[in-house]
């Protein structure tokens, strides 16, 4: 039979300077660059999204600091939880 084991190859063109190119499909080659492509960007985005939400939590944690600061002087041990106080001092003998 012939021509029976050339349903496998894909047709040959003529350039005309010499060469004779073989056209090749070429869509499994681009589908894994998407998927690579897709890949990297997606990893970009995460990084640059973990970067953004750290920066903003930082910025809301600068300004939580900055409104527990009291200029009252309370020492603000209300709840009673063990080692909130500072300095213990030992009951007065009179």
Known sequence: MPGA????K???????T???VEEVDNTVTLIILAVVGGVIGLLVF?????KFITFILKKTREKKKECL??????????NGLPGSKAEEKPPSKV
């Open 10 to 16: 894909a047709p040959a063109r003529w350039l005309g």
């Open 5 to 8: 084991g050339d349903r496998g």
């Open 18 to 20: 010499g060469l004779l």
């Open 46 to 50: 995460i990084l640059l999204l973990k």
């Open 69 to 78: 600061v009291s200029s009252s002087g309370n020492d603000n041990t209300e």
